[in-house]
């Protein structure tokens, strides 16, 4: 594999869940295919278990990695083409991704949407630069409208924690006081299109994603009806897709709470606000997953950059 930027790039899911249980039992296996290698991580956005987890992946795999938050440390970057740079940027990004990629044999992006504009945000402008102008592998850290290793991680968690051959999960919309991208939501809506569970999204009126996206995954606007029988419920915040970037009025409370859920289990990718999203007594109680979760982030992590590894 040469980049990481999409849920797409995932040939078979069923096996790349078994190569990460493999990396999961044994994380010091391949401590030798990274020696000599830097995985350079560039942060556009904040970060906490993206940040640690994928340089825990590079030091089980013997990379080092290196890291940097773009936005305020290092030089403003252009990316439209052909522009007079008069204005805050310093310096294009065609430089930039040539530069880096004389330091780095992998470089990872962290980049969110604008939420304001979604021709641009659809594009990819910043990751498919970076695919575009380095001369390295690329691996999304969550674009704009992506978290591929997000995607993974889940997938892995549900097939970790699942009791059932075909167990039902569902994406619920949950309530934010902020605009929230919709990256978490395309890629585990992609995931479990790949994967063999019954699938359902719940979302408010006004609040579905993208068609490109959903497909033919049932949408319910009722939340109740789409946790009947659940075995997962994965929570998460996006604003409106339709109205784009906008949080429209909902009247219903959306908030995950034990009561609505039974005995399902609890996912989501974290940070999450308690009591906004879900009542403490979800996170708090043995049905919660989102430790779990971030821990396979490393793992999930560890297994892109060793298919990256091994194909340099
Ligand atoms: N990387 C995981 C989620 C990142 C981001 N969440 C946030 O921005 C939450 C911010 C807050 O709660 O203030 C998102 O939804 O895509
Ligand atoms: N889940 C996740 O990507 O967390 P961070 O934003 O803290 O990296």
């Not at 790349?16 to 493999?22: L, S």
């Not at 880096?100 to 939420?115: E, G, K, M, N, W």
């Not at 408010?204 to 949408?219: F, H, N, Q, V």
């Not at 409106?240 to 959306?254: F, T």
């Amino acid at each position: 594999m040469k980049n990481y930027t999409s849920i797409k790039d995932i040939e078979n899911i069923h096996n790349w869940i078994t190569e990460a249980k493999k990396v999961k039992a044994n994380p010091l296996a391949n401590k030798n295919l990274g020696k000599n290698k830097t995985l350079g991580l560039l942060f556009f956005n904040s970060s906490l278990r993206t940040r640690l987890s994928t340089q825990k992946a590079a030091l089980n795999l013997g990379m080092e990695p290196i890291v940097m938050n773009v936005s305020g440390d290092a030089w403003g970057i252009e990316f439209e083409d052909g522009t007079e740079m008069n204005g805050n940027t310093a310096e294009h990004i065609k430089e930039a991704a040539a530069v880096v990629s004389q330091y780095c044999d992998v470089i990872a992006v962290r980049a969110f949407p604008t939420l304001t504009d979604k021709e641009k945000d659809e594009s990819e402008q910043v990751l498919n630069s970076f695919v575009k102008y380095a001369s390295v592998p690329i691996v999304s850290m969550e674009s704009a409208t992506g978290h591929p290793l997000q995607g993974l991680t889940d997938a892995l968690t549900i097939a970790e924690n699942s009791l059932k051959k075909k167990p039902k999960v569902v994406l619920s919309w949950a309530p934010h006081i902020k605009a929230l991208p919709h990256a978490v939501a395309n890629s585990f809506t992609q995931a479990m299109q790949k994967m063999d569970v019954e699938f359902v999204i719940a979302n408010p009126e006004g609040y579905d994603l993208s068609k490109e996206i959903t497909k033919d995954t049932p949408i319910y606007h009722n939340q109740a009806q789409a946790f009947k029988d659940a075995d997962f419920i994965y929570a998460k915040n996006w604003s409106s897709y339709e109205s784009y970037g906008q949080l429209l009025d909902v009247n219903d409370n959306w908030t995950i709470t034990k009561d609505k859920i039974g005995d399902a289990k609890f996912m989501h990718c974290l940070p999450v606000r308690r009591n906004v999203v879900v009542e403490d007594a979800v996170l708090d109680s043995k049905n919660s997953l989102v430790i779990e979760q971030a821990n396979n982030r490393t793992y999930a992590a560890q297994l892109v950059l060793k298919k990256i590894l091994e194909n340099l």
